[in-house]
Structures are given as structure tokens and as C-alpha cells.
């Protein structure tokens, strides 16, 4: 990833822990097989808290 240059997580492109709840909330009305298994806004927000910072 460093190698490639790709962004280190969702800081890297604009995002704050504060934006977490939003980020979760958006995502509970979609529909797709690829969402973990907890579809919950605590669950997702654990996502997108542990994809702040990858590397």
C-alpha cells in the first residue's frame, strides 16, 4: 500500500472519527451482501473506526 502510494484509511482522504456516526448511518439503508455481518450502526461504526488508519 505504501509502495503504491494508496491512502493510509479514511483520515487520509478527509474523514474524522467524528464523522463515524454519519458514515455508519448512511450505510444501514443500503443493500448489499458485502456489509459485515453485524448491520448496526455500533458494528459499523467499529468498521469505520478500525479503517481511520490502516498502516
Do not use: C, W
Not at 502510494?5 to 467524528?18: E, K, T
Not at 459485515?36 to 481511520?52: I, Q, V, Y
Request: charge should be positive; avoid cysteine.
Amino acid at each position: 500500500m505504501v509502495a503504491l502510494g494508496a491512502p493510509n484509511g479514511l483520515r487520509a482522504v478527509g474523514f474524522h472519527y467524528r464523522d463515524i456516526p454519519a458514515l455508519a448511518a448512511g450505510t444501514l439503508p443500503q443493500k448489499r451482501g458485502s456489509l459485515p455481518a453485524r448491520r448496526d450502526e455500533g458494528g459499523l461504526g467499529r468498521l469505520f473506526e478500525d479503517s481511520t488508519v490502516l498502516y
